[in-house]
């Protein structure tokens, strides 16, 4: 038996970031149980509400994005736009209506590809997209 007295372990890593990946690791292994789901699911249910309408219709959602090239060159954007229940909600709606009014060959595309990398601009509640 080793000094510590434990027949069996194993090593916990120094750094937060490795540390993080260790719970993950165990965390993800039990969040795959049934009941585990089940228990957690009527947590959030019992514990956890969404904004009401009045109170979704004062929120906004700041987005920010950056993208680099392999020179190492880099783009950010910006946009502000209505909470994230509406924006979703609206952007579903305008969607259905474009593609109910529009012809696409098959295949798959993202959204910026379908409907316009503007497209989220002209929903209610959002601005223009900025770019530096």
């Known amino acids: 038996m080793p000094v510590s007295g434990f027949v069996t372990g194993e090593s916990l890593p120094a750094s937060p970031e490795a540390a993080l990946k260790v719970l993950a690791e165990y965390a993800s292994g039990a969040l795959r149980l ?3 789901q089940i228990l957690l699911k009527k947590l959030v249910e019992k514990f956890v509400k ?7 219709d004062k929120l906004q959602s700041f987005v920010w994005g950056e993208v680099r090239n392999a020179k190492g060159e880099t783009k950010t954007a910006r946009i502000v736009t209505a909470s994230g229940y509406s924006l979703t909600a609206s952007g579903a709606l305008l969607a259905v209506e474009q593609l109910l009014n529009m012809q696409v060959e098959g295949g798959s595309y993202t959204p910026s590809r379908l409907f316009g990398k503007q497209m989220v601009s002209e929903l209610p509640g959002s601005g223009p997209i900025v770019v530096a």
């Not at 969404?50 to 979704?56: F, H, K, V």
């Open 34 to 36: 049934p009941f585990v």
């Open 50 to 56: 969404g904004p009401d309408e009045q109170a979704r």
